[in-house]
Every structure is written in C-alpha cells, then in structure tokens.
C-alpha cells in the first residue's frame, strides 16, 4: 500500500500557482519525497525530488516540512498542459515505488 | 536513443496467448525497472534488474509472468497463457543510478479478450 495520501482531485486556474499537497507522515529517515506526473496517455515523468531542504527545478518547487511529515509540489504558472495526475511518493531510493492513487489536477482556461 | 522506448504500442491477445513486450531503456543506463498499471490505478512495481542480474521480482503476480535482460540492455518481459486480468499497461523505466530520476516509457497496454 502506498504510504502517503493525496487529495483526489483538484483544479487550478491557468496562470495561477498550482499548490498540490501530501501527507506522508510515516516517512522513515532515509526515505526521499519523489513527484511525478501522468499525463493521460503517457507514461510517468519524473518532477523532482528531496530528502529534507526545499528543492527547486525548472518544472517546480518541492516545500517538505520540519517534521517531513508532509510536502507540497509547487507549480508556479501552471499551463494547461500541466492537467495530469500528478503521485507523492516516498523511497529509499527509485527501485521500487509504491505509488498511490495520485492527485488529478485540472488547470483551466 | 532519446528515451525509453517500449513496444508494440498496443497489443491484444486471445486468452491464453503468450506474449512478449519488449523495452529498450536509455543508452548507459544500469537500472531497469517494470511496471504494471490497471486502468485508473497507480503503477504496481513488478521487476527491477541491475545490469543483467535481476535483483527484484517480488512483484510478479505469477509464474507466468517472467522478465529478462541477458546483455545487460534491453529487456522483455514475457506473460504466458495470458488471462483477462492481465489486461493492463505495462511501463518500462530505467535510471542511471538509484536515487535519481527515473525515466518512463510510453508503456504497452495488453488488452486480453
């Protein structure tokens, strides 16, 4: 079983800041918060990823809390082309990712 | 090549086939991973070779269901006497090393009928 949780489903306005928020309150300390996104169709693709520090990429921003009992994915300007569902997920490492039902994110015009 | 690359695309079976879905991972990369999504679901790990050597296959639902990788580059998983509920698409990933990103292919979606 997965273990963090995500919202079902959410919708951002084109333009706007897209907040996507996880729990993952039984992550061990080793354990990395790793994002990925499906968009309908196509395979996963990775978006970033952090142990503790808040990370920053091209594609978005990674905010974990303190106790790292939660994180949430930041998409700064979100496009249309950012509708996808989008997973939390927590690793040791990317052998072997238990992913859960991810969150879908709707970005409309 | 640029990326992943998985194929056939798109692959029915009558029930009881065997069938073989091959991937082709990034040139250089170490890891190779598959993984099998049902529809609406998240992806369920399956395998995961290092090299050649296959170091994870707790997630293969049976035996019927058998990956290889001989020279270390591409890789096939194959299902025999395939049933309906393999019907899925199966994702091939591979990565350089652990604990970096790792990247997807389009995936083949099985359809069993």
């Known amino acids: 079983d997965a273990k963090t949780t995500q919202p079902t489903s959410m919708d951002c306005a084109e333009g706007r800041a897209a907040n996507l928020p996880c729990n993952h309150s039984?992550?061990?300390?080793?354990?990395?918060v790793y994002w990925y996104r499906q968009i309908h169709s196509q395979g996963p693709q990775y978006i970033i990823h952090?142990?503790?520090?808040?990370e920053t990429n091209e594609m978005a921003s990674l905010i974990i809390t303190e106790d790292r009992k939660s994180s949430t994915l930041i998409l700064p300007h979100a496009t249309l082309r950012d509708t996808a569902v989008y997973y939390c997920?927590?690793?040791?490492?990317?052998?072997?990712?238990?992913w859960g039902l991810g969150t879908s994110l709707a970005v409309n015009p | 090549g640029a990326g992943v690359s998985q194929s056939p695309r798109y692959k029915v079976a009558k029930r009881g086939q065997d069938v073989a879905l091959r991937c082709d991972p990034i040139?250089?990369?170490?890891?190779l991973f598959w993984y099998q999504q049902a529809l609406g679901q998240g992806p369920e790990f399956l395998t995961y070779?290092?090299?050649?050597?296959?170091?994870?296959k707790s997630g293969l639902p049976s035996d019927r269901f058998f990956a290889e990788r001989p020279e270390g580059s591409v890789s096939t998983l194959k299902i025999q006497r395939t049933q309906q509920e393999d019907s899925a698409v199966y994702l091939c990933?591979?990565?350089?090393?652990?604990?970096?990103?790792?990247?997807f292919g389009q995936g083949t979606r099985l359809t069993v009928v």
């Open positions: 997920i927590n690793a040791g490492n990317n052998r072997k990712l238990i």
């Open positions: 070779f290092q090299n050649e050597a296959q170091l994870d």
């Open positions: 039984t992550i061990s300390g080793n354990e990395y």
């Open positions: 040139s250089g990369h170490v890891s």
């Open positions: 952090g142990l503790k520090n808040n």
């Open positions: 990933a591979s990565s350089s090393v652990l604990g970096t990103e790792a990247f």
